[in-house]
Structure formats: C-alpha cells, structure tokens
C-alpha cells in the first residue's frame, strides 16, 4: 500500500508543451512538498502546501503551478516545458517539524 | 541560510567494514534532521529520523547522533552490506515553514 504515490513515473515531453504530474498520499498528512532533483542530484524544494494552501514557493518560475484540491492531493502543472526543466520531481509529505518526510518514487521529466 | 555539507561526497569500502557518514549544517535552529537513502533511479527511503531534542537514533544496523549545537549529525552503518550501495542523504527541517534543505549526499559502494 504505497504511501506517496506519483504520476507518471517518466515523463517525455517536446519544448513548449504543458504537462502535469499527479500526487497522493494516504497518510494523512497536512503538509504535502515538491522537490527538483537536477542533473548533478541535488535536491531542492520547489513548492509546500500545508492543508491545501501554499506556505512556500521557493522562486520558481511562474510556469510552474501547484495545485492542491484536498489535503491528500498535490499536482504539479508545468506551462511551455523548457529544456532545463529536465529533472526528477519528487512528491513527499509530512506531519512538519514532527514526523519524518515520505517521498515518492520521482517523476523523471525529460524535455526534447 | 540553512546550508548542509556532506562529508565525503563518495565512499568504496569492503563488504563489513562500519563506516561513518558526516554530515554538517549552518543553522542550529532545526526542529530535526532526516537521514535518506537512494538508489539509482529510485525514490528517497527515510532511514532515521532524528528529532532536535535527541542526541541519537538507531534502527538495525544503523545509528545517527545529532550534535545540535555544533550542527553536525553522523550516520553510523555496522558490519556494511553490499546491498547497504546507495546515495546516503542528510536533511534538515528548519525555519517557520519546517521545509527540508538537503545536503549533495554521500555515494557508498560497498564492494563484496
């Protein structure tokens, strides 16, 4: 019974399209994340929402919007796919600053 | 800015031997530090979690310390495994929206 689950699991995509990965947890969790792995692994938070109302956008580009419909639910829309925006997009949720993180297996975008 | 150092960025030790990850961070006011483990091309599993209050947690083979003051935490792995090969990741919560700063990781080969 996966706790984090992500949608897709890989992702390949031409420059300018739009495109959307899903997440769920059943932990019930208040607080949900969004991580970016890049090309050298390093893992940054992109996003956080905290029972579906945003608590951090770490400057990422307005291209990228999250979207939270209920407190199990976090996607990710991503508008006019640019090339750098290849990279591995972790989901994870918690209980903040008392539970450990779950992350998810990762969606790899790839954008030719 | 919390920023987190591992120590060393990769490590090749022979099937048995106990080891010792290091891990390093700038901003003592953390509410816990997350230990991580990644295969390739796999999500993140949560080894230990290391709550601010506690001075060290262990689960098998594994045993983290928290040092909080000096902002340093140790991972600790007994009798290595061949299967113990990843990329050990350390993690802090901090700050008034608790997100995770990662640090770059530790590679670990394992060799049988």
């Known amino acids: 019974d996966t706790a984090v689950s992500q949608t897709p699991k890989y992702l390949v995509t031409q420059m300018g399209n739009d495109k959307s990965i899903k997440c769920e947890q059943n932990l019930g969790h208040d607080t949900m994340y969004w991580y970016k792995q890049d090309s050298k692994k390093f893992l940054k938070i992109m996003f956080s929402?905290?029972?579906?109302?945003?608590?951090i956008n770490e400057t990422v580009p307005n291209r990228f919007s999250p979207k939270s419909p209920d407190k199990a639910h976090l996607n990710l829309h991503i508008n006019s796919l640019e090339l750098g925006d290849s990279a591995v997009y972790f989901c994870?949720?918690?209980?903040?600053?008392?539970?450990?993180?779950?992350f998810g297996q990762g969606t790899r975008l790839t954008v030719v | 800015k919390q920023e987190v150092t591992q120590i060393p960025a990769a490590l090749s030790v022979p099937e048995g031997e106990n080891l010792v990850l290091n891990c390093s961070f700038t901003?003592?006011?953390?509410?816990?530090l997350q230990w991580f483990r990644q295969d390739p091309g796999k999500g993140l599993t949560s080894l230990l979690l290391?709550?601010?209050?506690?001075r060290e947690q262990t689960s098998g083979r594994l045993n983290a310390s928290l040092d909080k003051s000096s902002g340093r935490s140790t991972l600790y792995i007994a009798a290595s495994q061949p299967g113990d090969s990843a990329t050990y990741l350390c993690a802090v919560s901090g700050g008034s929206n608790y997100k995770l700063t990662f640090g770059k990781g530790t590679l670990l080969t394992v060799n049988p």
């Open positions: 290391i709550q601010s209050s506690q």
């Open positions: 994870a949720s918690s209980l903040p600053g008392v539970t450990e993180a779950f």
């Open positions: 929402y905290n029972n579906k109302e945003l608590i």
């Open positions: 901003d003592s006011a953390i509410y816990n």
